[in-house]
């Protein structure tokens, strides 16, 4: 429990610093694995960032089948 609980306040910082840097498409993505707690990302460069930082913070991530998307799980 309290792993998940840093994890999330991790994810806040991340999602801060991404506005601060003008990263907004990828803080609206982070924003809504947040709010959702899991987000579906594509293939694209938001898609990119947001994966590569739930990495880092250790969340579970899902690849499809075919490998055009990912679902990352907080």
Known sequence: MLE???????????HREMV???QLGAAKLLLRLLRNGRVRLGLDNDSWIVEKACEELGCYIYYDRRGYSATAHL
Do not use: N
């Open 20 to 22: 601060r840097k003008g």
């Open 4 to 14: 998940k609980k840093i994890r999330r306040y991790k994810a806040m910082e991340l």
